[in-house]
């Protein structure tokens, strides 16, 4: 009888109210543990990669040729769509530059031989430009006919006559033309 009284006592409920409340914070902290622990880990295993992935497109974007996404240890599929993207990069540089290097090696390669011929010389783009001359070429630009001379030879395009003193031919398969002085007799 003494014991039923005791389960059944004030003190003992209070006891008990007082151990549930406790539990239920325990449990209330275990559980915010938990989800800061999960949200840790999301933000590590996936949200990092993606910011990384972002970072770098972005930089990409902006003719940053060099930057790479880092290796994270994440789920194997965004470790492959950053492998992915990191070879898509790598290719994309390598073209580019392979472009780059090709393009300084025609103008150099077609400045020398402008260089090469007797006579000033041009070449002359569809734009109405002069995109590239000989050393002659620049010297009689600069001199004191040099600006009738550059507004006959940015005419051509659209008139094909060449300047006087000047024979053009057009480039085949591009809008180019090229402008060559016609050699002095004696020279």
């Known amino acids: 009888m003494r014991r039923a009284r005791s389960f059944g006592s004030p ?3 209070k006891r008990l109210g007082t151990a549930g409340a406790w539990a239920a ?7 915010f543990a938990v989800s800061v622990l999960a949200v840790s ?36 599929e965004i470790k492959m769509v950053l ?10 540089s390598q073209h580019r530059l392979t472009g780059e290097t090709q393009t300084r090696l025609d103008r150099a390669v077609s ?8 006579a000033a010389a041009f070449v002359v783009g569809g734009r109405r430009d002069v995109l590239l001359s000989s050393r002659t070429g620049l010297a009689e630009l ?3 006919q ?7 030879l940015r005419r051509l395009p659209s008139t094909q006559l060449a300047p006087k ?15 060559q002085g016609n050699p002095e007799p004696g020279a």
């Open 25 to 31: 914070v325990l449990l209330a902290l275990s559980g």
């Open 146 to 152: 040099g600006g009738q001379l550059r507004q006959e």
């Open 142 to 144: 600069a001199g004191s």
């Open 11 to 13: 003190a003992f409920a």
């Open 165 to 179: 003193g000047y024979s053009a031919s057009r480039v085949q398969q591009l809008d180019l033309w090229l402008v």
């Open 111 to 118: 400045l020398h031989l402008l260089d090469q011929l007797q």
């Open 83 to 92: 492998s992915g993207v990191n070879r898509l990069l790598d290719e994309h």
């Open 41 to 76: 880990r999301l933000r590590r295993r996936v949200l990092a990669p993606l910011e990384d992935l972002s970072a770098t497109l972005q930089a990409a974007h902006h003719g940053d040729i060099h930057r790479r996404c880092q290796s994270w240890a994440g789920p194997l």
